[in-house]
Nanobody, 123 residues
């Protein structure tokens, strides 16, 4: 079974940094688009950043509110995706989840979610 597991969340002060990781395991043969989403208390889940492969390299897309502060990257050899977060703000407080379009050994593509990791930004 394909599984996505996030790690790296925690409590930080405003202006500090965190690095989140998402590891994909199971019987997979490929990953197309994978990204980070977040959900604050009482709010709907929203996209933070996406990354996909292309012949020219990785293509990334960021939400406007994280441009210049967050960087998304992936290591295909390790089946791991990262979100490097800097200049964190209290408004960044949320549960961060990874989601990927994962190609399973059967050849089918599945939309898979991790369970999330809590990021809290507070003084």
């Amino acid at each position: 079974q394909v599984q996505l597991v996030e790690s790296g969340g925690g409590l930080v002060q405003p202006g500090e940094s965190l690095k989140l990781s998402c590891t994909v395991s199971g019987g997979i043969i490929g990953i197309y688009t994978i990204g980070w989403y977040r959900q604050a208390p009482g709010q709907e889940r929203e996209v933070v950043a996406l990354i996909s492969s292309s012949g020219s390299g990785d293509t990334t897309k960021y939400a406007e509110y994280v441009k210049g502060r967050f960087t998304i990257a992936r290591d295909n050899a390790k089946n791991t995706m990262y979100l490097i977060m800097s200049s964190l703000k209290p408004d960044d407080t949320a549960v961060y989840s990874c989601n990927g379009e994962i190609i399973e050994k059967s050849g089918h593509m599945y939309d898979v979610w991790g369970q999330g990791t809590q990021v809290t930004v507070s003084s």
